[in-house]
């Protein structure tokens, strides 16, 4: 999950917009001005869950991602974007849809395509095209 959100995160700076990392050495504090987007497919991940405590603490808007949306981390969130995602980490018995793909595969295939559309809206709803991102890609590669 979090590989994907650093993508997300690095796809907003292409657009234009300031977007951070957690954990990373460079970000900020977070503040009531914030949003924070976390994802967890069972909304239960300790480490998010004490991020998204420290968020709220703060007054900042919470956004979770995640597949079980009564889940600690779905309580706590200000937003929330359920996937029906099934699997093997977080399904009970009764489950009749279940991956065959192993752990959270299926989560996370479909929390990149949805972040990729999220992306795809933004660039639509700016103005922009593939060409401005690109221009604020890393050139130090």
């Known amino acids: 999950m979090g590989i994907l959100l650093s993508t997300f995160a690095m796809r907003l700076n292409h657009l234009g917009f300031t977007s951070h990392v957690v954990g990373s050495v460079t970000c900020p504090p977070i ?28 007054k900042a808007t919470v956004a979770a991602v995640t597949a079980v949306p009564n889940s600690t981390i779905g309580r706590l969130a200000s937003q929330n974007v359920f996937l029906r995602a099934p699997s093997s980490l977080n399904s009970s018995e ?9 752990m959270k595969t299926l989560f996370e295939q479909t929390l990149f395509v949805l972040l990729e559309c999220i992306v795809l809206m933004l660039l639509d709803q700016t103005g922009q095209t593939a060409v401005d991102m690109s221009r604020r890609h890393g050139n130090l590669e």
């Open 31 to 58: 503040s009531s001005e914030d949003i924070l987007l976390v994802a967890s497919s069972s909304g239960e991940t300790a480490t998010v869950r004490e991020v998204v405590i420290k968020a709220a603490r703060e």
């Open 94 to 102: 009764n489950e009749t849809r279940m991956s065959k793909q192993p």
